[in-house]
Each structure stands twice: as C-alpha cells, then as structure tokens.
C-alpha cells in the first residue's frame, strides 16, 4: 500500500509539473507595413534564447589596487 502511495504521489507531481512547465505554443508569424519580412530573427528559432537570458560576465578583468605606502 505504500508503494501505491508513492506512485501516486510521484504520478501527480509529474502531472503538475507538466502542467506548469510545458512548451508554449510558437506564435503565428505576422509581418506589419514597418516592418519587412524576413528581418529580425530567423523563422522557427524562438525569440527568446537560453543565450540570451544567460548574464554575461565582464570582458575585462578589474585592475588591481596599488598598496599604499
């Protein structure tokens, strides 16, 4: 019985984190009179990218303070 309780348990969280985690659906590509189409990002990427959500961190290193005499 309490490997049926367990199961149930494990069945209903994946459930419910499917439901709160799951693909959303690709929006329909629209093209208005400002904008050409074609432009921007490249057709069935997402325009929002794990590299673009990513920190970057500083391209130069900080310069170390002199000790002061």
């Known amino acids: 019985m309490l490997w ?3 199961a149930a348990i ?3 969280n994946y459930q419910t984190w ?3 985690y ?5 929006p329909t590509a629209q ?3 400002g904008t050409p189409a074609g432009t921007g990002t ?4 997402p325009a929002n990218t794990l590299a673009d959500s990513v ?3 500083p391209s130069a290193a900080p310069e170390k ?3 002061e005499r």
Do not use: I
């Not at 799951?22 to 690709?26: M, T």
């Open 4 to 6: 049926g309780v367990l």
């Open 10 to 12: 494990l069945f209903l």
């Open 18 to 20: 499917l439901h709160d």
């Open 22 to 26: 799951e693909p959303q659906a690709a």
């Open 31 to 33: 093209t208005s009179a």
């Open 42 to 45: 490249a057709a069935g990427t």
């Open 55 to 57: 920190p970057q961190a």
């Open 65 to 67: 303070k002199r000790k």
